[in-house]
């Protein structure tokens, strides 16, 4: 897969979910506690930035997961896309290395 | 359940990356539609393992579910977005057995879907919208 089209998918998908906050807010208030949009959108933000600063794939492994998330403050909905898009970077990663199979 | 969509994550997101390594060519070659589908199905048959979550129980399941099926069926990601979309619409009204609205009493839960299947549908629509 294109990599340049992988982060485009990505910044589309992450655009989505950062317009989608209050409706995600509104619904959460009346079923959660609260905090699922804010905590989403900002989860997409911080990802965005990695992406703009660091490059999509050049990203390294050894990004703590846990300092983005103490960074960001995330609750508990919010670290689990974290944790998505930091597995899928590394999953892209891995398959974008020159030994993998997939190009 | 607080965190529950965490471990979800975690664990789908991992099989899903096995999944792929398990068909790994022996020279490289684009990973196809085809391919992503079948890891994604081996994914979700991983996750099942780990979680009692399925479509029906007003979680992110509701979302996911759909997605990769309609995705298995077309290798049509538009088409599997939207079947996310719809999904996660349907939950509204859903009495929930499992998730966040189980423990959060209150009214009105009839009239909203679930968040996080709603905001799982909203980030597969946008990357499907990506890809295109």
């Known amino acids: ?103 | 359940m607080d965190g529950t969509s965490g471990a979800i994550y975690a664990i789908f997101l991992n099989a899903l990356a096995h999944g792929l390594r398990l068909q790994s060519p022996s020279s490289p070659s684009p990973a196809t539609v085809g391919v992503w589908s079948k890891a994604l199905q081996s994914s979700l048959d991983t996750l099942s393992k780990y979680t009692p979550a399925r479509p029906g129980d007003r979680t992110l399941i509701d979302a996911l579910y759909p997605f990769v099926g309609t995705l298995s069926k077309t290798g049509d990601v538009k088409s599997a977005a939207l079947a996310a979309e719809a999904g996660a619409k349907g939950t509204r009204g859903m009495r929930a057995s499992l998730g966040r609205t189980v423990y959060v009493g209150g009214e009105g839960w009839q009239g909203v879907p679930d968040p996080g299947a709603h905001g799982l549908a909203e980030f597969l629509v946008g990357l499907s919208e990506g890809l295109q």
Do not use: H
């Open chain 1, 1 to 103: 897969m294109d990599p340049a089209l992988a982060k485009k998918a990505l910044k589309s998908a992450l655009m989505r979910v950062i317009a989608a906050e209050p409706d995600i807010t509104n619904y959460d208030t009346i079923v959660g506690d609260g905090d699922c949009g804010i905590g989403l959108k900002r989860g997409a933000e911080g990802e965005f930035s990695v992406i703009y600063i660091e490059g999509f794939l050049l990203i390294s492994r050894k990004l703590s997961l846990r300092c983005l998330i103490e960074r960001k403050r995330l609750m508990t909905l919010p670290s689990s896309f974290i944790i998505l898009f930091m597995s899928w970077r590394r999953t892209w990663t891995g398959l974008q290395g020159r030994s993998m199979p997939y190009s």
